[in-house]
T-cell receptor, first 115, second 120 residues
Framework: GAVVSQHPSRVICKSGTSVKIECRSL??????MFWYRQFPKQSLMLMAT?????????EQGVEKDKFLINHASLTLSTLTVTSAHPEDSSFYIC???????????FGQGTRLTVV | AQTVTQSQPEMSVQEAETVTLSCTYD???????LFWYKQPPSRQMILVIR??????QNATENRFSVNFQKAAKSFSLKISDSQLGDAAMYFC?????????????????FGQGTELSVKP
């Protein structure tokens, strides 16, 4: 299957700082990327959908100014958590899908801890 | 809006035995995809099996098979000859057939998950 690489796998940042998470499709062109948040023992909650070259579409209740998503190329999308607070601590997962693919491929996830 | 429901938060199976995980969904669409994903302790999401709604035949992948009942909107996963490595969280997911490459029809809607433990 196709490979999606997410980096970093773990990050600890201080409250008030920003942190960027990268999601790369290594062997296919990802026209659409999805960003999820997952709390322990819970399901994946979709935060936003991004199409290459377009603004991301955020799910209801997700703060656009706090979670900045950029999908500037067909192989890279980034999620920036701005002015992070302890309540932003969570597991963030990206997935990517090609133009005519049925399946979305997932990154390894990023565990964010805000102290 | 489409919803996916997994009513079994936890399941347990003896090694080498068979277990069935339940999933129901609600949609007004006639064509869509259904998936089962496995999330082991590493938290990497792994696709287990996929079913296209227009196909009447149930999908099968080695020890994994589904029972797709379109009229009942039911999509259960059967794991045969369970192995210790099958222990994980399992998520059922629904996706509309995307009308184009650039719409949200591609987003997955996940169930709450079922945590499967395998006893040696």
């Amino acid at each position: 299957g196709a490979v999606v690489s997410q980096h970093p796998s773990r990050v600890i940042c201080k409250s008030g700082t920003s942190v960027k998470i990268e999601c790369r499709s290594l062997d296919f062109q990802a026209t659409t990327m999805f960003w999820y948040r997952q709390f322990p023992k819970q399901s994946l909650m979709l935060m936003a959908t991004s199409n290459e070259g377009s603004k991301a579409t955020y799910e209801q209740g997700v703060e656009k100014d706090k979670f900045l998503i950029n999908h500037a190329s067909l192989t890279l999308s980034t999620l920036t958590v701005t002015s992070a607070h302890p309540e932003d601590s969570s597991f963030y997962i990206c997935s990517a899908r090609g133009s005519f693919g049925t399946e979305a491929f997932f990154g390894q996830g990023t565990r964010l801890t805000v102290v | 809006a489409q919803t996916v429901t997994q009513s079994q938060p936890e399941m347990s199976v003896q090694e080498a035995e068979t277990v069935t995980l339940s999933c129901t969904y609600d949609t007004s669409e006639s064509d869509y995809y259904l998936f089962w994903y496995k999330q082991p302790p590493s938290r990497q999401m792994i696709l287990v099996i996929r079913q296209e709604a227009y196909k009447q035949q149930n999908a099968t992948e080695n020890r994994f098979s589904v029972n797709f009942q379109k009229a009942a909107k039911s999509f259960s996963l059967k794991i045969s000859d369970s192995q210790l490595g099958d222990a994980a969280m399992y998520f059922c997911a629904y996706r509309r057939v995307a009308g184009s490459a650039y719409n949200q029809g591609g987003k997955l809607i996940f169930g709450q998950g079922t945590e499967l433990s395998v006893k040696p």
